[in-house]
T-cell receptor
Framework: KAGVTQTPRYLIKTRGQQVTLSCSPI?????VSWYQQTPGQGLQFLFE???????NKGNFPGRFSGRQFSNSRSEMNVSTLELGDSALYLC????????????????FGPGTRLTVL | AQSVTQLDSHVSVSEGTPVLLRCNYS??????LFWYVQHPNKGLQLLLKYTSAATLVKGINGFEAEFKKSETSFHLTKPSAHMSDAAEYFC????????????FGAGTILRVKS
C-alpha cells in the first residue's frame, strides 16, 4: 500500500498571504489528522477529519481551517500568514475506528515545510 | 487532561550498548501509548503501540517498551544501539476521551557514537 502523501513538500510564503496544504491518506483510511511541528512548541494537534466532518480540534486560531473530501483526501488552509506559522505540517491517516477499544494507529506523511517570510 | 514528559532531551550512547529513553505520562482514562521515531527531514514512523494488552510491547528494529501503571511510565529500550538508530524519538499518549488526538512529548534526540 502506498503511504500518506503530502503536497507540496516545501512552501515559501510572505506574511499576510494564505496557503493550502494537501494530504492523501492511505487507501481505506477515513480519518485524517493534522499536526504542526515547531522547534519551540513541538508537535501540536490541529484538527481531525472523519467522513468529511471535523471530529476534533486543537487550540489554534480560526485562521487555521481544513476540510475533507469524499475520497478522504484532506486540505488544510492557513489564512493571513504570520511569521510564527513557519513550521513542518504533518498529516496522519488512520482507519478512524477509535472508540471503546481506544484510538487506532495513525500513520504520518513526510510533511510540508512552510516558511513564512 | 493528558500529558507526556520525556525525561531526557538528549541521550548519547555508543554503538552496541543499550538504549533507554524515558517517558512518564498522565491520563484521565486508560491510555494508549505510542513511541514514534523521526529521522532528519522525514515524517514520523511508528515504533510500537500499547493499548492495554500485554504490558511489554515489542516494536520494530529491536525496540520494546514496558507499560508500568504504578509508575505511570512507558520507557523505550533496545539491547544494542545501531548507528541507524540516531534520530528523535517521541513518546505519545492518547485516550478514548479525546478520540484520535495524540499528545506528544517534547522528544528525545538519540545520538549513537561509533
Amino acid at each position: 500500500k502506498a503511504g500518506v502523501t503530502q503536497t507540496p513538500r516545501y512552501l515559501i510564503k510572505t506574511r499576510g498571504q494564505q496557503v493550502t496544504l494537501s494530504c492523501s491518506p492511505i487507501s481505506g483510511h477515513r480519518s485524517v489528522s493534522w499536526y504542526q511541528q515547531t522547534p519551540g512548541q513541538g508537535l501540536q494537534f490541529l484538527f481531525e477529519y472523519f467522513s468529511e466532518t471535523q471530529r476534533n480540534k486543537g487550540n489554534f486560531p480560526g485562521r487555521f481551517s481544513g476540510r475533507q473530501f469524499s475520497n478522504s483526501r484532506s486540505e488544510m488552509n492557513v489564512s493571513t500568514l504570520e511569521l510564527g506559522d513557519s513550521a513542518l505540517y504533518l498529516c496522519a491517516s488512520s482507519l478512524g475506528t477509535s472508540g471503546v477499544r481506544g484510538p487506532d494507529t495513525q500513520y504520518f506523511g513526510p510533511g510540508t515545510r512552510l516558511t513564512v517570510l | 487532561a493528558q500529558s507526556v514528559t520525556q525525561l531526557d532531551s538528549h541521550v548519547s550512547v555508543s554503538e552496541g550498548t543499550p538504549v533507554l529513553l524515558r517517558c512518564n505520562y498522565s491520563s484521565s482514562y486508560s491510555p494508549s501509548l505510542f513511541w514514534y521515531v523521526q529521522h532528519p527531514n522525514k515524517g514520523l514512523q511508528l515504533l510500537l503501540k500499547y493499548t492495554s494488552a500485554a504490558t511489554l510491547v515489542k516494536g520494530i528494529n529491536g525496540f520494546e517498551a514496558e507499560f508500568k501503571k504504578s509508575e505511570t511510565s512507558f520507557h523505550l529500550t533496545k539491547p544494542s544501539a545501531h548507528m541507524s538508530d540516531a534520530a528523535e524519538y517521541f513518546c505519545v499518549v492518547s485516550d478514548r476521551e479525546y478520540g484520535n488526538k495524540l499528545v506528544f512529548g517534547a522528544g528525545t534526540i538519540l545520538r549513537v557514537k561509533s
